[in-house]
């Protein structure tokens, strides 16, 4: 027996969800013996996204039963059935934890529809649930409401049976351990976590690294992956069994760590063999006249370069930015507002090189290399300080000619003052277009403690 279903929530925070609307057909595998629908009060508001994704508001549930008036009856109905539904990890989850809520210990097998429909139909374009029913000529009305979406499981579900020839749906996809809940070895793992900012390592059982990560708060983050949907997400909860992390305080040191472990220890599931994190640049130049200008443009290896970014609207952006809060020239800096603003005969919009009370070339070179270089690494000798692991600690980032050289923890100042022993508590690490680029963007958003010049 099997009792499909399909449950629309509130959404918000994980295990904060309530349910809205519930729908399950208790189907014998022939025809639909039984049938439970129903409206929720969640006693909690419904979320904005979620109101104009499902129609539901928060007036349609004031007279609607709450979850304890139900609960009964989906005991019942779910009784000695397989739960079904697509994406059965997220809806057996949520019922369980309105279960929990009464002191209810409510257990179930799940049969997931995605599983079954990427085994048995694995060419589909797409395996969500209105794709995969219109690419099957399967009719469904009111997508995501639960009982049409509970319907079009069904009509999928009986598909799915009669193409499993073999009959190996009990046998290799029914699961038998409770799904959504974490196992009491995940629950250990991230009970182990601490909510701090760091890089976390998931090992298999023979010892492999198989994922890197960093994260402002590991124990949220490794939860996440117990937690997580996807076939990718899947195969590192079945394959993790042991988890270690490392504090580094400095969310900067966590990118940066990140970026240097992946490159050497290349694990399984997060090694990407890209070139370069950026993909276009802000460059500088000398116009015709010796004035400075800036540009945003795919990057380049061969041209002199300020700073980089992952779009050319971040390079444009930050372009407009440094011209606006330095009183730069649009027009120099080529950014569509010259157009409207300034006009060669009118009054100055600047102190840019283009109008009639122009500034001296060396002036306004002067000023413009100041601003840019607020932002830029190159040709600089400093340390970055920032928090350390534990108080009293701080992490230092030691940059040399505008190259990162690596990182460490110190705890008193003339370990930073002294250069031979700033370079001894120093891990050295590869310095690159790719550290550059890690530095750069960090320090345009966020602030680190401060910033030594080792040449001062």
């Known amino acids: 027996m099997y009792a499909v279903l399909d449950i629309e929530t509130t959404g918000g925070k994980y295990n904060e969800e309530g349910i809205t609307e ?34 539901i508001n928060n007036k349609m549930l004031r007279t609607a ?39 209810y210990n409510f257990e179930r097998k799940t049969l997931c529809t995605v599983d079954l ?82 890089i976390y390592y998931m090992y298999n059982k023979e010892g492999e690294l198989i994922f890197l990560g960093k994260s402002n708060n590991i124990k949220k983050k490794v939860n996440q992956h117990f937690i997580k949907n996807g076939d990718r997400a899947r195969q590192i909860q079945k394959e993790t069994k042991k988890v270690i992390f490392e504090k580094t305080g400095s969310e900067l040191v966590a990118l940066l760590k990140e970026n240097e472990e992946l490159t050497r220890n290349k694990p399984k599931y997060t090694y990407h063999k890209r070139q370069k994190l950026f993909s276009h640049a802000v460059y500088q130049a000398v116009d015709e006249r010796g004035y400075v200008t800036l540009k945003a443009a795919s990057h380049t290896f061969s041209k002199k370069v300020v700073t980089t970014f992952n779009s050319f609207q971040g390079a444009q952006n930050f372009i407009h930015q440094i011209t606006i809060e330095n009183g730069l020239c649009d027009k120099l800096n080529g950014l569509p507002e ?48 920032d928090k350390g692991r534990e108080t009293g600690e701080y992490s230092a980032i030691l940059i040399k000619n505008g190259i990162f050289q690596g990182l460490g923890y110190y705890d008193l100042n003339h370990q930073i003052n002294n250069i031979h022993i700033l370079e001894s508590i120093i891990t050295p690490m590869k310095g690159d277009a790719n550290t550059t680029h890690i530095i750069e963007s960090y320090l345009r958003k966020k602030r680190v403690i401060k910033i030594l010049d080792l040449n001062s």
Not at 171 to 195: A, F, K, N
């Open 22 to 55: 519930i729908a399950i057909h208790k189907f014998d595998g022939h025809q639909v013996v039984d049938k439970f629908i129903s409206l929720v009060n969640p006693e909690r508001e419904i979320q904005p996204f979620v109101v104009n994704l499902t129609g």
């Open 65 to 103: 039963p709450k979850f304890h008036e139900v609960a009964k009856r989906i005991v019942e109905i779910t009784q000695d059935s397989v739960l079904v539904a697509h994406n059965a990890q997220f809806d057996y989850r949520i019922l369980r934890t309105e279960f929990r809520r009464l002191g």
């Open 117 to 198: 429909a990427k085994r048995l139909i694995p060419n589909a374009e797409s395996h969500s649930l209105g794709k995969l029913v219109r690419s099957l000529g399967i009719p469904v009305s009111d997508r995501h409401r639960a009982n049409g979406d509970a319907l079009a499981t069904l009509k999928l579900f009986k598909v799915l049976l009669s193409k499993d020839m073999d009959k190996s749906i009990l046998s290799h996809v029914v699961r038998s351990e409770t799904q959504g809940e974490l196992s009491p070895r995940q629950l250990d793992i991230v009970e182990q976590m601490p909510s701090e900012t760091g």
């Open 338 to 385: 010259a157009k409207s603003k300034c006009n060669e005969s009118g009054q100055t919009c600047c102190k840019g090189g283009h109008t009639r009370n122009k500034e001296d070339v060396l002036d306004y070179n002067k000023r413009a290399r100041q601003a840019i270089a607020k932002f830029s690494l190159a040709g600089k000798n400093v340390v970055l300080v």
